[in-house]
């Protein structure tokens, strides 16, 4: 299977702010597609990276007609790496833009091979085995918050700030109004995937017991908000509760 390359398109994006984070499902979902069956519909008139037999590749659609990037359905890798200092990434560029496909193709991408939370950042930065850390990266910024990642003109990962803000819960399509988020509320979705991180570790740190309660704890916590976030995170405790039972 030949690389996917890329163009970086100088015009704006205009995705906006539409990208959803399931916390749940730990699915990044960018563009203005609601669900799998707008995003099947798309794939009939789009090229791209999706439906290849065995293989765990990302959705990653490009309009047939412009090449023009329409749209991503990106799964997490799991658990997600929580990282307390600040990122460095070096040797980088910014580029405000979107981008577009090179060649009239299919290909298979994965653009989440190690997933890294930065809690005093709120960010994720979500990248492929492919991503030379030692080398030149440039930054497409398609939005006030979220950049893809390419390395020789190839995707190799992305990054999304503010991302706690993006949070919502499965089966949420469409948000016209984000709840505010309180200043600690990436501190409370740190502690809880911190948690996840012990939870799916294969030497546990703290007992099955003590993990419940440590969810629950948080769960109480943020019981009086009502952002959507807020409501995403409570959400994604209780299954999370309720798989360990």
Known sequence: MKTMKVIIDHNLSDINEEIRWYLSSQIIWIGKAKDYKEIEELKKTSYGSFDWLWSDADTILFNKDDLNFSGAVIKLTEPINVIKEESDIKQFEVKSGSIKLRVKKNFSNKLSHITEYYT????IISYSEKWNKSERVVLVSMTGNFSFVLQTDEMVGFILVNASK?????????????????????????MFLELVEMMESEIPEIEESELKKSFAKIYEEILPYEGTNYIALRDTILNVIDYMD
């Not at 005093?120 to 960010?123: F, I, L, M, R, S």
């Not at 993006?166 to 740190?190: C, M, N, T, Y």
């Open 120 to 123: 005093k950042e709120d960010k």
């Open 166 to 190: 993006h949070i919502i819960s499965d089966g949420i399509h469409f948000v016209e109004a984000r709840g505010a988020a309180e200043p600690d509320f990436s501190l409370k979705l740190s």
